[in-house]
């Protein structure tokens, strides 16, 4: 758990010279990682559908989030968030994802899908720019 916490602090440090910066609350925190885990859920399974191979890119990236939110979930608690709402956040974070890359698959109406693919890419880019290296 302590190299973790290294870690979320070296993000930390890094977010802060780029763009793309932390929520300053665990509880923040927690929430946006698990609003990552569970976008990064939907486009994996979808990956599975389509391309096989960037699915295990992905699985990588979801489990980086979901160590991320184990790291900051003790100190989240302790300042109220009420056990199992990490949970509850990935659930709705990858059904509102795996809804907007099933419009963007699917859509009938052409102008919905561009749409779609843009909102759902822009959440995993949002992401994405929190993990060094990506």
Do not use: N
Not at 50 to 70: E, K, M, N
Not at 78 to 104: H, K, N, S
Not at 108 to 134: F, K
């Amino acid at each position: 758990m302590g190299d973790l916490r290294k870690i979320l602090a070296a993000l930390a440090a890094l977010c802060a010279t780029q763009a793309a910066a932390l929520p300053p609350s665990p509880h923040e925190r927690a929430r946006v990682f698990a609003d990552c885990a569970g976008w990064l859920l939907a486009l994996e399974e979808h990956q599975r559908l389509f391309d096989g191979p960037a699915s295990d890119v992905t699985a990588a990236r979801r489990a980086a989030f979901l160590d991320l939110l184990d790291a900051v979930l003790p100190d989240a608690e302790a300042q109220g968030l009420p056990e199992g709402t990490t949970l509850t956040w990935r659930v709705t974070a990858r059904a509102e994802q795996a809804m907007l890359l099933t419009r963007a698959a699917f859509a009938e109406d052409p102008h919905a899908r561009p749409a779609s693919a843009a909102a759902a890419e822009a959440r995993v880019a949002g992401c994405l720019r929190l993990l060094p290296g990506t």
